[in-house]
Nanobody
Framework: VQLVESGGGLVQAVGSLRLSCAVSGRTSSNLHTGWFRQAPGKERQFVAFISWGGRVTYYADSVKGRFTISRDNAKITVSLQMNSLKPEDTAVYYC??????????????????WGQGTQVTVSS
């Protein structure tokens, strides 16, 4: 399974960005998908989760109401729409996938497949 993120960049506070994750090598219909982020000097943290069928979503409290995760199984992509961005959202954002047999999880250590990451920088 390969995951490739795109859509990162530099944006001003209160602006928006849309990240995409293209999944290849295996159908995403059997994979739950999550977004994580890691800021310099900090541990990788959970951002958002979407189940293989797209019906279940979870969000970190820090992004709830501002970020929206979605998936298109026809195109095998998972997106993260980020609105009302804040400087504290600055981080490298990673897309990750886990077989649905693992259940719904927000722990980075449970995920088997990771993308290379995309930088998001929010200026004040």
């Amino acid at each position: 399974v390969q995951l490739v993120e795109s859509g990162g960049g530099l944006v001003q506070a209160v602006g928006s960005l849309r990240l995409s994750c293209a999944v290849s090598g295996r159908t995403s219909s059997n994979l739950h998908t999550g977004w994580f982020r890691q800021a310099p000097g900090k541990e990788r943290q959970f951002v958002a989760f979407i189940s293989w069928g797209g019906r279940v979503t979870y969000y970190a409290d820090s992004v709830k109401g501002r970020f929206t995760i979605s998936r298109d199984n026809a195109k095998i992509t998972v997106s993260l729409q980020m609105n009302s961005l804040k400087p504290e959202d600055t981080a490298v954002y990673y897309c990750a996938a886990v077989d649905r047999s693992r259940g719904y999880t927000v722990r980075a250590s449970d995920y088997d497949y990771w993308g290379q990451g995309t930088q998001v920088t929010v200026s004040s």
